[in-house]
């Protein structure tokens, strides 16, 4: 129990609403520093991407902004995705959870409209679940 590998999914997913903060031990265990990660959408740009995408971008979804976490859509760990404004876009915390377990590809389409990508590169039209 709370041992052994944990599946790419729940890495993922607890790597997307993470921080991670690099911490440099020195002799005797002593701090010689501490780095600082902007993970996090908070403050101005959570609020700046409440107020563009309004509600779940989730295709059929219309959960409110309540129910959202903000989804990077270049994976910040993985693909050293920034969190900025642009690269976010508000998901609901079920769809979120989603789009980590079924490797999900969020991206902008030509008229930047958010696409929803599935493994097999078919684009998602309607609600799935």
């Known amino acids: 129990?709370?041992?052994?590998?944990?599946?790419?999914?729940?890495?993922?997913?607890?790597?997307?609403?993470?921080?991670?903060?690099?911490?440099?031990?020195?002799?005797?265990?002593?701090?010689?520093?501490?780095?600082?990660?902007?993970?996090t959408y908070t403050g101005a740009k959570?609020?700046?991407?409440?107020?563009?995408?309004?509600?779940?971008?989730?295709?059929?979804?219309?959960?409110p902004p309540a129910m959202g976490e903000v989804h990077h859509i270049d994976h910040w760990l993985r693909d050293q995705g920034q969190t900025n404004v642009h690269t976010g876009v508000l998901i609901c915390w079920y769809h979120h959870g989603?789009?980590?377990?079924?490797?999900?590809?969020?991206?902008?389409?030509?008229s930047g409209a958010w696409r929803f990508v599935d493994r097999r590169g078919r684009e998602l039209a309607g609600p799935i679940g």
């Open 46 to 63: 959570r609020r700046a991407i409440v107020a563009r995408d309004l509600q779940c971008r989730f295709p059929g979804c219309s959960a």
């Open 1 to 39: 129990m709370g041992t052994g590998p944990i599946p790419d999914s729940v890495l993922a997913r607890l790597a997307c609403d993470s921080q991670i903060t690099r911490v440099v031990f020195g002799a005797d265990s002593v701090v010689l520093n501490v780095g600082r990660a902007e993970r």
């Open 98 to 110: 989603l789009i980590h377990d079924r490797g999900i590809e969020v991206r902008r389409g030509p």
